[in-house]
């Protein structure tokens, strides 16, 4: 303890009075809690706190102002860009505690849960009443999180991200006051967008206790195919065209051959080595069945085939296990690599052309970068593979990154389509939003003057 | 001018040096820039502007902030909480000068647009392109207008509201910078939404000068219905369980007996005295036969008949043009009265009960009180028609407004779905969002430290 500031120490104090043995001082748990999934480094907390409800978190976080202390709101630790790092030490809120599902409205499609229930627990508890949440990161993360990062995921293209799918929020202000951003109707032009400024806030406005979220009725039928492309330029076609016919697509998403080549190695299959889509349509028999064939017909005339079909639960599953299992198989790649996933999003009709020039740009580096993409919605991901006790390969990862933001900005796209800013994406905000920075400034020193919530994240003070 | 403030009249010697003839002090045109389509009583700016490009905007708010001057955009003026009277007077910028279409991006289905074009317009624009804009407030609102008061309509319940249809602005702020909100990928976790801290700030915040919203295709096949109901219940119940099946309806529009009465009088239409849905269906032609044949099985159950179909361009523009002529037809109910549109939203499994103990509130107190509902969000109008110059009525009707809005908080509503605060219902914004209001206080004089955008209207300073 002999790094925290005094203020620090006498907050402590104060919170292991409030909280017992709900204040952990452990070495092991605030290190657990400095770190993400990321390459970014590490910075325990001062102190890992587990708070019970919205009440709690308000006092915890008067407390924290009173002696200047950061808060930092901390779920599975499965983000990207070093969100959860205590650069200025402080206290850590671990909300896993806080995980109930306090109301299910079937009939209005909604419900309302604490933030640190996972996606995956939603839904095991929503099973019984026919409904879903359908934005899937990839991780198991938890809503909390998820709502503070703007995520979104697989099936964004047919159901919108967290922006689209979050009804209202519980936030604790800087200051300890507990306020509701918005009603539970499905809409409402009262007052500023406050359920939105907190959506992708990361954390640096307040911490979020709770989130009603839209859900949707579990489509009554769902088929799910893959199918191979002669060229990365045909299966982006195909998706460009997909998406303007109007067809509802519920998931689009690409890989190309670097990645199929080390999924089936991964998961012992044998995909063709070509860019490859994996396709979901969700809707009544006759629909699913239409949009298939509808989508099967431009992808026949973009190059695409081999379309290989699923409509079987367990088929299904098995289909997308190997999508979803790119992430462990680009870690098996290379043993004890570190993995760095970039995350543009640029808008549809440049999207063959930038991951043209990417990949173009990546045979030059010689960094190993499987892809794979929410294609539908112009965002693609990069696994950059690189040994990080190298600095040689880490600037040329660092520089493959940079110029790949530069791009994707060249091309009126954003340097992160889902993964958010954290530390990571800081140097990138100016360029993409210019004087827009200054007003995010502002609304942060408006609402957390003393720079106390995840400090030196998102906006530079 | 006799009543300008000192300063107002120093600013503007200096717009009419900036501006020339496109700056009016006329009285004729100052009054018509102060009213809207409300009953809410106007007032004149001391000068009003027709700028002709975001740096135009930019410096003429630049030279009313050096002057403390009020600045007021205005599109059509067709608001309906009292949004553009000028209640410290100051100078509104009339935004028509700006209405063209800056670039169709139809590969991104997407377009920018200056803020004065009204949606008729795009839409017209459009045409040729396969390509529409769907959000349809019922007036031929301006996009500018549209956004900042986050407008919907009849087919948000499909398409969303200006919320979900703007992917990026260009704001000039209170101190004349000009900022871009975002890129125009389609979905971005890079920083702060300012995107949607703009739409909806009703010119609170800043001068919106340039918008890219989200197209889409036009759809292969558009059917329409009418269909009538024994019981309001039985209409609501049907579309609950039409939105629960997941059916993706355009539009699904209740109407009153009360309402359906006046429009058969005013249009000579002969629909059966009771409450009836108007409902439209996108999609492939098998989609919209699939889509209405299950919507007529849900109606059948609850009491619906008599459906009419059309599915021809004229049948369609003709069923929809009752719904659209309401407005005229409430007007024509009671000449010279004044007409005050009500606008709460409930989640749907609350708005039978809430249309239902309105209704009975009606009855008691004597207002004529037409019901038009966007029924698919939970959002209903009533027209109270009354004569403004009698005391008596004009009580009675804002008593029954005021007990419609705190019976829809009561529901988890809110006072407004789609009209916008204005100065009109101000007075319920911390009855519905309690201490967020303060929030709201704070970034407005973070964003606008002189409160010269818009003063007096949405947040109380």
Avoid at 250 to 258: C, H, N, Q, S, T
Avoid at 350 to 364: F, H, P, V, W
Avoid at 378 to 386: A, D, E, I, P, S
Avoid at 416 to 421: L, S
Wanted: net charge negative; charged share 20%.
């Amino acid at each position: 303890m002999s790094t925290v500031p005094a203020r620090n120490a006498r907050a402590i104090a104060h919170l292991q009075q409030l909280l017992g043995d709900r204040l952990s001082l452990s070495q092991a748990v605030r290190e657990q809690h400095g770190r993400d999934e990321s390459w970014h480094p590490a910075h325990a907390p001062d102190a890992v706190a587990f708070p019970q409800s919205t009440e709690e978190v308000a006092a915890i976080v008067k407390l924290c102002a009173e002696h200047a202390m950061p808060v930092i709101a901390f779920g599975t630790g499965t983000s990207l860009e070093g969100h959860v790092a205590a650069l200025f030490g402080g206290l850590c809120l671990d909300m896993t505690r806080m995980n109930q599902v306090v109301r299910v409205n079937a009939a209005d499609l909604d419900v309302t849960v604490q933030p640190g229930i996972t996606r995956k627990a939603l839904n095991e508890y929503l099973r019984d009443t026919g409904l879903f949440f359908p934005i899937d990161p990839g991780a198991d993360a938890s809503l909390g999180g998820m709502t503070a990062t703007r995520a979104s995921g697989t099936n964004a293209v047919r159901y919108g991200t967290m922006r689209e799918n979050v009804l209202s929020l519980t936030v604790v202000l800087a200051d300890g006051r507990i306020i509701r951003t918005a009603r539970r109707a499905r809409k409402s032009a009262a007052g500023y967008d406050l359920t939105r400024l907190f959506v992708g806030s990361e954390g640096t406005l307040g911490v979020i206790t709770e989130i009603t979220l839209r859900l949707y009725g579990i489509p009554e039928a769902i088929s799910s195919a893959v199918c191979s492309f002669t060229s990365i330029g045909g299966a982006v076609n195909s998706v460009i065209t997909t998406i303007q016919s109007g067809i509802p697509v519920a998931r689009i998403e690409l890989l190309d051959e670097v990645q199929v080549d080390a999924i089936n190695r991964y998961s012992g299959l044998s995909y063709p080595l070509q860019p490859t889509l994996f396709l979901e349509f969700h809707g009544t028999a006759a629909g699913v069945r239409e949009q298939a064939e509808m989508v099967q017909a431009i992808a026949a005339e973009q190059g695409g085939s081999g379309f290989q079909w699923a409509t079987k639960p367990e088929e299904r599953s098995k289909l997308w296990q190997a999508r979803h299992d790119a992430a462990y198989a680009n870690k098996a790649l290379r043993p004890n690599a570190g993995l760095w996933a970039t995350d543009v999003c640029v808008p549809i009709s440049r999207l063959a052309e930038c991951i043209l020039e990417t990949k173009k740009d990546i045979a030059e580096s010689g960094v190993l970068a499987p892809l794979v993409g929410h294609v539908g919605d112009g965002n693609f991901h990069l696994t950059l593979v690189f040994d990080a006790g190298d600095p040689a390969e880490m600037a040329a990862v660092e520089a493959l990154n940079d110029r790949l933001v530069m791009r994707a900005l060249a091309m009126e796209g954003t340097c992160t389509g889902e993964h958010g800013v954290g530390t990571g994406k800081m140097k990138f905000l100016q360029a993409e939003h210019g004087d827009a920075v200054a007003v995010m400034r502002q609304i942060k020193k408006a609402l957390d003057p003393q720079n106390l919530m995840n400090p030196g994240k998102m906006v530079a003070l």
